[in-house]
C-alpha cells in the first residue's frame, strides 16, 4: 500500500510537473483577443466617435462585473450551470454527453462549458474529436491560470453577435445604442441566446428565429426564478431590433488621428455642440454642388479649445471626406486684412478715422484692383476694412513691409505658407499665401481676446502656449470695426469677416464674439474653382446659423473716436523686438522695416549701437542693410528697457 501511495504521488508529481512545464511552453495566446474599437471621447468622457481598428471588428473590452446581474445568471443558466464549482470542464456533463452520444449514435447535449467557449474562440479549430480534446486541456489551462472571472471576462469580450460584432459591449451598442448595463430583460435574453448561432438567430435577418430563441431564454429565465411571468412575458412582445446601428462617428478624418497610437482619447470637444454642428453642416453640404465641401472649427478665443470640429462627408469619396479639410492649406482671401490693420494702428502708422484712398495704384509692379472692380475714393480705415477694400490694405501692408507682417503671424505661431523660396510680397494680404482653416481660427482668437493668440488644441495633439500678437487696444479696436449685423438674419454683437480666393477656389466666413471663435471654410478640396458669388452668398449664413448654435455673447460696436483711443493707449506689456525675431535670415539687402511691441514710446530703434531716424509715435523704423553679415538689432523705451536680436543678412537665397 505504501508503495501504491508513493506511486501515486510520484504520477501526480510527473503530471503536474508535465502540466506546468506544457503551461510554460504554451501558454494561453490572449494577444489574439481582437483590437478593440478606438474610441474619441467629449471632454465629459462621452464617446463621440468610433473607428475600426486592424481586425475589423466591432469589439469594446470590458469587465465582468460590468455585464448586467440578469445577463450574467442567464448566461450562465443556459451554458454552464456549475460554472464555478468545476475546473474548465464539468466531468458530469461529460459524462452525460458520452452516455446519450452512445446510446443515441449522435450528439443529443454538449458538454462544452464557458472556458471551453473560450479556448475555442481564442483558438478556432475544425469541430473535431481532437479538437474538441484540446480545448478541454484549454479550458483546464485557462481557468487554472486565472480567476472565473477572467475567463468569463474573456467570454464577454469574444463571443459573437452577428456580423463582425464582437463582445457583449458592442453588441449592445450596436444591436440596441446602449451600454450594456442599460439592458432590459428581453435585450438581455436575444444577446444571450445570439452567440449561440450568431448569424442564423441575428434579428435584423432571421427575425422568427431569434424571437424563438429569446422566448426559450425567457421562459429558462421563469423557471429558474430569475424573472417573474409577468416579466417574461412582457419581454415577449418587445420588438426586435431591425438592424445594426451605427456608433459615433463625429469628424472622422479630423478625430482620425487621435487614436492612431490611443486606443481610448478624450478630447476639448462638447458632445452635444458636436452633434448639433454635425447636423447643420451635413444639410448645408447636401445643398452644396458637386464636388464640393466644407469645413467648420468652433473654439475657445480664451484658451483656443476646439469645441465642435466639422469636415467634409466621411463617406463621399468625390468630396474628399476622407481628407481632414480643416488642416488643408488654402488661399485665404480677404481674412487677413483685419490683422494688416491692426498691425498698423498698434504701431501707430494708421487709426480707425484715417482717410486713405481707393483708388487705381502701382505698388511697383503690382497692381491691385477691387473685388467687384469699382473704387471707393477716399474713406476711412474703418470703412475700408468693413468693406474690405484691396487698395487700403495693400497700401498699409506696404507701410508694414510683407516680412515683417509674415513674421508676425509665424511669432505668434500661425504661419503664411508661401511657394518654396518665395519671399512675402504685398499679395499676401489678399490671398498670396497660404493658411489652414485652424490657423485663421486661432489667429482669430487674439482679436477677440487681448490680442494673445492661443495654439488650438483638440485632444492627443494639444499644443500649450500663448503668443502675443497684437497690443490688446488694436486688438480691440478692429473687433469693434468688425461687429456689424449680418446682411439677411443672425444674432446680434458678432465680429465677422469673410474672404473669397482668386479664381472663387475658397470661401472664408470667421466669426467670433466675447466667448467663441468659428470660422468656415467651403470650396472644391482638388481647388477647381466654384460656381456663384463670393462668400457672403454662401459661407457667411452658414457662418449666422452657426452662431445661433451657440449662447449669446455678444460684442459691442466701437465708435470711431473710442476706437483711436483705444489703439493709441500706452501699452503696459513688456518691451519686445517682433521683427526681425532672433536668429533671424534676413535674404536680400531691400530695405527692412524693424518692429517693436510693448513698452513707452518713442521708441529708439539701433543698429550694431547706431541709432536709426524714427518717428517717436511709432513703433517700427526702417533700415536697409548695408552688405551680408551679422548685426544686432535693439530697441530702447522711454524708461531705458531694451530688447535685441542678433540676425544674418545673405546676399540672395
Known amino acids: 500500500m505504501r508503495r501504491l501511495v508513493l506511486a501515486g504521488l510520484a504520477t501526480a508529481a510527473v503530471l503536474f510537473g508535465t502540466a506546468c512545464i506544457l503551461d510554460r511552453l504554451y501558454p494561453p495566446e490572449l494577444g489574439r483577443l481582437p483590437t478593440p474599437v478606438r474610441l474619441v471621447r467629449d471632454r465629459n468622457g462621452v464617446p463621440i466617435a468610433a473607428f475600426l481598428g486592424p481586425s475589423r471588428q466591432w469589439t469594446l473590452p470590458m469587465d465582468e462585473s460590468a455585464a448586467p446581474p440578469l445577463f450574467r445568471r442567464l448566461l450562465i443558466t443556459s451554458e454552464d450551470r456549475y460554472f464555478y464549482d468545476h475546473p474548465g470542464v464539468n466531468p458530469l456533463a461529460v459524462l452525460r454527453a458520452s452516455v446519450q452520444l452512445l446510446a443515441a449514435g449522435h450528439v443529443v447535449s454538449g458538454a462544452s462549458t464557458l472556458a471551453m467557449q473560450v ?64 439592458l432590459d430583460p428581453a435585450e438581455i435574453a436575444l444577446l444571450v441566446a445570439l452567440p449561440e448561432r450568431p448569424e442564423a438567430l441575428r434579428p435584423d435577418e432571421h427575425p422568427a428565429a431569434a424571437e424563438k430563441a429569446r422566448a426559450r431564454l425567457l421562459a429558462l429565465a421563469v423557471r429558474r426564478h430569475l424573472l417573474s411571468p409577468e416579466e417574461a ?239 490688446p487696444g488694436a486688438a480691440e479696436t478692429v473687433a469693434g470695426i468688425l461687429t456689424r449685423s449680418f446682411p439677411f438674419f443672425g444674432p446680434q454683437g458678432i465680429a465677422w469677416k469673410t474672404g473669397t480666393s482668386w479664381g472663387n477656389r475658397d470661401r472664408w466666413a470667421i466669426g467670433f464674439d466675447r466667448r467663441m471663435v468659428v470660422g468656415v471654410w467651403i470650396g472644391r478640396p482638388d481647388g477647381t474653382p466654384l460656381p456663384g458669388g463670393p462668400s457672403a452668398d454662401l459661407a457667411l449664413p452658414l457662418l449666422a446659423r452657426i452662431f445661433g448654435l451657440l449662447p449669446a455673447e455678444p460684442l459691442s460696436s466701437v465708435p470711431a473716436e473710442d476706437a483711436l483711443a483705444l489703439a493709441k493707449a500706452p501699452s503696459a506689456e513688456p518691451l519686445s523686438l517682433l521683427f526681425p525675431p532672433p536668429g533671424a535670415v534676413l535674404w536680400g539687402l531691400d530695405p527692412v522695416r524693424l518692429r517693436a511691441m510693448g513698452g513707452l514710446r518713442p521708441l529708439t530703434f539701433l543698429v550694431d549701437g547706431r541709432k536709426l531716424p524714427s518717428v517717436p509715435a511709432l513703433r517700427a523704423a526702417g533700415w536697409t542693410p548695408p552688405g551680408p553679415g551679422f548685426y544686432r538689432i535693439t530697441v530702447l523705451d522711454a524708461d531705458g528697457r531694451a530688447a535685441s536680436s542678433d540676425i544674418r543678412v545673405e546676399d540672395s537665397p
Open 233 to 471: 412575458a412582457a419581454a415577449n412582445l418587445a420588438p426586435l431590433p431591425r438592424h445594426l446601428l451605427a456608433l459615433p462617428e463625429a469628424a472622422p478624418a479630423a478625430l482620425a488621428p487621435l487614436v492612431a497610437k490611443r486606443n481610448d482619447v478624450r478630447t476639448t470637444l462638447d458632445g452635444g455642440l458636436e452633434n448639433a454642428l454635425d447636423r447643420l453642416a451635413r444639410s448645408t453640404l447636401a445643398t452644396l454642388g458637386p464636388r464640393m465641401s466644407l469645413a467648420v472649427v468652433i473654439s475657445e478665443a480664451a484658451t483656443g479649445k476646439i469645441r465642435a470640429i466639422y469636415s467634409g462627408d466621411w463617406a463621399n469619396p468625390e468630396r474628399a471626406g476622407f481628407l481632414d479639410l480643416t488642416r488643408a492649406v488654402r488661399s485665404p482671401g480677404s481674412t487677413l486684412k483685419p490683422f494688416v490693420y491692426a498691425l498698423a494702428f498698434g504701431d501707430g502708422i494708421a487709426g480707425p478715422d484715417t482717410l486713405v484712398d481707393d483708388i487705381p495704384r502701382r505698388f511697383g509692379a503690382y497692381s491691385p484692383e477691387d473685388f467687384d472692380h469699382v473704387f471707393a475714393g477716399r474713406v476711412t480705415a474703418s470703412e475700408a476694412l468693413q468693406m474690405s477694400l484691396n487698395l487700403p490694405a495693400v497700401w498699409l501692408l506696404a507701410r508694414l513691409g510683407p516680412a515683417s507682417f509674415v513674421a508676425d503671424l509665424s511669432a505668434a505661431g500661425e504661419p503664411v505658407t508661401l511657394p518654396d523660396r518665395a519671399q512675402p510680397s504685398l499679395s499676401v494680404v489678399l490671398g498670396g499665401g497660404g493658411v489652414t482653416l485652424r490657423r485663421l481660427v486661432a489667429l482669430y482668437g487674439a482679436l477677440a481676446t487681448d490680442g494673445t493668440v492661443h495654439a488650438l488644441s483638440l485632444g492627443a495633439e494639444a499644443r500649450s502656449g500663448a503668443r502675443r500678437l497684437l497690443p
Open 119 to 182: 479556448a475555442r474562440l481564442l483558438h478556432p479549430r475544425p469541430r473535431t474529436i481532437r479538437a474538441k480534446i484540446i480545448e478541454a486541456l484549454r479550458a483546464l489551462q485557462l481557468t487554472a491560470d486565472f480567476s472565473h472571472r477572467r475567463v468569463l471576462s474573456l467570454w464577454l469580450d469574444l463571443a459573437p453577435f452577428g456580423s463582425n460584432v464582437v463582445g457583449l459591449r458592442a453588441a449592445s451598442w450596436k444591436w440596441f445604442g446602449k451600454p450594456p448595463g442599460a
